[in-house]
């Protein structure tokens, strides 16, 4: 098992910033891509961000690209989502996710792929 525990979310003006960090334990985290989901009141579930095992690679949502910056520290077994400009609708609760990798550079946006998951934290964004 893996256990996988979110910080960081809180209420912020729209174009503030917010660095949300998840910390894993009880697996080798390198061996394991992560990602980020968020999930609005009465929404799915969606694909945020993700970045492979060695961190080489990174994938993003449309909707947060070129504000949002994933990235890892595989010392400190933690991933972060670094977000920028934020605005109203990305208010969410925001879920980190960690998936056994099938090869380093290996991403997935799916939900339904990653094998664990955290307990989540609240960003919220006031207009």
């Known amino acids: 098992q893996m256990q996988l525990v979110e910080s960081g979310g809180g209420l912020v003006q729209a174009g503030g910033s917010l660095r949300l960090s998840c910390a894993a334990s009880?697996?080798?985290?390198?061996?394991?891509?992560m990602g980020w989901f968020r999930q609005a009141p009465g929404k799915e579930r969606e694909f945020v961000a993700a970045i492979s095992w060695t961190g080489s690679r990174t994938y993003y949502a449309d909707s947060v690209k070129g504000r949002f910056t994933i990235s890892r520290d595989n010392i400190k077994n933690t991933v972060y989502l670094q977000m920028s400009s934020l605005k109203p609708e990305d208010t969410a609760v925001y879920y980190c996710?960690?998936?056994?990798?099938?090869?380093?550079?290996?991403?997935?946006?799916?939900?339904?792929?990653?094998?664990?998951w955290g307990q989540g934290t609240q960003v919220t964004v006031s207009s």
């Open positions: 009880g697996r080798t985290f390198g061996n394991y891509a």
């Open positions: 996710a960690a998936k056994s990798a099938l090869y380093p550079t290996y991403v997935s946006t799916e939900r339904y792929e990653y094998d664990y």
